[in-house]
């Protein structure tokens, strides 16, 4: 063999080993990049309580209150759902039966909840764990 193929197919099998380790992941360098993952996952959530905490001593209502006014707007959107919309149809039919609203006029819209549906089980689901941290004396 000549000399000069020495280094380049030492070159070759360096590159194919290290396309090979690259391919396969050994467990241990699985649960290292999980741990890692977890690291990083758990500073940002602790950087995340540190932001909300400044948020809710703010004195501007408009920092400090945009968590409450997203419960509001919930609480808005589920009585006019499901109390003021019933009473609305109801309402509705009898005045067009009494002939005081034409027949072809449409009534008031129905909400599309789904998306509220999601914001609310999210605010309501964090409500639960802050009172149950109260419980524990961890406020």
Known sequence: ??????PVIGDVVGKVGQLADDLFTSDEERARAGIDAYKAETERM??????NK???GHRSLFVAGWRPAVGWVGVVAM???????????????AMQAA????IGLL????LDTE????ILTGILGLGVYRTAEKIKDRA
């Not at 602790?46 to 932001?51: D, L, N, R």
């Open 1 to 6: 063999m000549s000399p000069l193929l020495i």
């Open 46 to 51: 602790q950087g995340q309580v540190e932001i």
């Open 54 to 56: 400044i948020e809710a």
């Open 79 to 93: 009585a006019y759902q499901f109390v003021l919309y019933p009473l609305l149809v109801w309402g509705w039919s």
């Open 99 to 102: 002939g005081w609203i034409s």
């Open 107 to 110: 009534p008031p819209p129905q």
């Open 115 to 118: 998306s509220l549906w999601v």
